[in-house]
């Protein structure tokens, strides 16, 4: 069994382990410094202190005319040593100008040489020094005693070096109390900011999160979907390539509000809604999108995820799908009706009535015939041509009329390479149905379609209807998705005239509504034809 190695500390764990550290040095490291810092304190008041009860004895009359007496060591000691009791010093003595002793704690000391430097003092200069005599290491002040300008005596007062170090000691205590007290303080803020911190990232250490910043830039960027983040405010967090491209977006993008994106007002109000929206379909400049939304919340609103689907070629595989299958219920009614047809034959065959079956027969194929000639004459462009012969079809399935204008001719080859039939289909295609529609179940349920090039440099596709028409005001409306005049059915309504616009707008041709002759809606698509060559047109 392989032994499993331990698990890296997590982020928070190491900061708070790298944290601790740091405070515990920059604690001790200022105790350290407080320590020596009053210290150095401590020695500089008792150099104080020492000079200034060095020359207040100095300066006493009652010093100077003891010195002057036979036996200064009989006044003087007992004076000295009352200072010492009071002035808080270890020591005062008091000596000649060659530093014989008058005065000493330790009575056996007088008479003999003071232990120390006092060249200065018998210049008449006071000095302070750290030195070691008979009561061990200590600050000491000496000061000289003048009378007339001459130096009659010394006098040295100084504290010793222990009494000092208890000082710093009584300090030291205090202040490791509170060094004691700031570390656990300190303690306990790094582990509550540390807990915090380690909620947000899981858990992880720094290997674990840089690992998954690189899977999720690499899975941002090799998603082909749209993926957009908008944070609190509706402004772009995060948008990847895909999202880019099936926005139409350029440039520096995150940071910028959504409304100022310049997308369609529709799809603009979807990402700025507030709740949830699953598989919206909305239309850009060329593309058909599948929006899903979805907020980010955690008790109040932090912000949405959006990803968009590009359908474009989807949708319209579907809208030849339901051409096809158009097609294919009016060759399911042309086949019935077919069959009946051929049963009249067959009976009027067997009542012995042979002419009349051929007459009825030869009938029948030609108004077929003549349907397909009248169509092809004026459009004889093979796939404008199959779409109209089964619009026209599945029209007369439903009641309608529809009728191919003779007034223009449309003649194969003329189309250029840059009008793909998937597009013309898309426009006539979506244009017929909706006049249908439109149409079916008025007095006169006609559709009027005509399909011609104006000038050799632009193709104008019309579809009229006998319906009850578009009203001016709403002229605009009826090409944005969702309008429609009717109830919205599973799989919704409004879609089909706003692909016709996208389509017409793709290759920057124009789309008008006006009123009909028949009293319905005219639809007119005018596309540009980018070739030299002409092969028909208006006559």
Known sequence: M???????????????AVQAVLLAVVVVGYALFTYISDRNQAEEAARRQAMAVARAVADAPSVRAAIHTSDPSAQLQ??????????????????????????????????????GHIARAQRGLPFTETYTGTLGPSVRAVTPVTDGGHVIGLVSAGIKVEAISRRASEQVTAL????????????????????????????????????????????????????LMLDGRYRVALINDGGREL??????????????????????????????????????????LVVNTSPVSGGEHRGTVVTLRDVTELQ??????????????????????????????????ELGRAEEAVEFATAELELAQALTDQVVAAVSEPVLAALLLGKTAQ???????????????????LLPEALPARDLVTILGNLIDNAVDAAQGTMAARVTVAAYTEGGSELV???????????????????????????????????GLALVRQAVHRHEGALTVTGAADGGASFEARLPLRTASVGGGRP
């Open 2 to 16: 392989r032994p499993r190695l331990p698990r890296p500390r997590s982020l928070a764990g190491q900061l708070f």
């Open 78 to 115: 007992p004076y000295a040593l009352a200072v010492v009791r009071d002035a808080g010093v270890d020591f005062v003595t008091i000596m000649d100008p060659q530093g014989i002793r008058w005065t000493h704690p330790d009575g056996k000391q007088i008479g003999k040489r003071f232990l």
């Open 176 to 227: 490791v109390g509170v060094a004691a007290g700031a570390l656990v303080l300190g303690a306990v803020g790094t582990y509550v900011v540390n807990a915090r911190l380690r909620r947000h990232t899981h858990g992880m250490n720094a290997a674990e999160l840089s690992r998954m910043h690189d899977y999720h830039q690499a899975a941002l960027h090799a998603v082909r979907e749209g993926l």
């Open 247 to 288: 926005l139409g977006v350029s440039g520096e993008v995150v940071g910028r509000s959504v409304a100022g994106l310049g997308l369609p007002a529709p799809l603009t109000g979807a990402l700025l809604a507030s709740g949830p929206r699953v598989d919206e379909v909305h239309l850009t400049a060329d593309r058909v």
């Open 316 to 349: 319209s595989l579907m809208g030849e799908l339901d051409s096809e299958r158009g097609f294919t219920q009016a060759l399911r009614s042309q086949a019935h009706e077919a069959a009946n047809r051929l049963h009249t034959v067959v009976s009027l065959i």
């Open 395 to 413: 029209a007369n399935e439903r009641g309608v009329e529809l009728l191919v204008s003779q007034e223009g001719a449309l003649d194969d080859g």
């Open 461 to 495: 596709l019309r579809v009229s209807d006998s319906g009850a028409g578009v009203d001016p005001a709403q002229a605009e409306l009826v090409f944005r998705r969702g309008w429609s005049t009717k109830p919205a059915g599973p799989g919704g309504r409004g879609l």
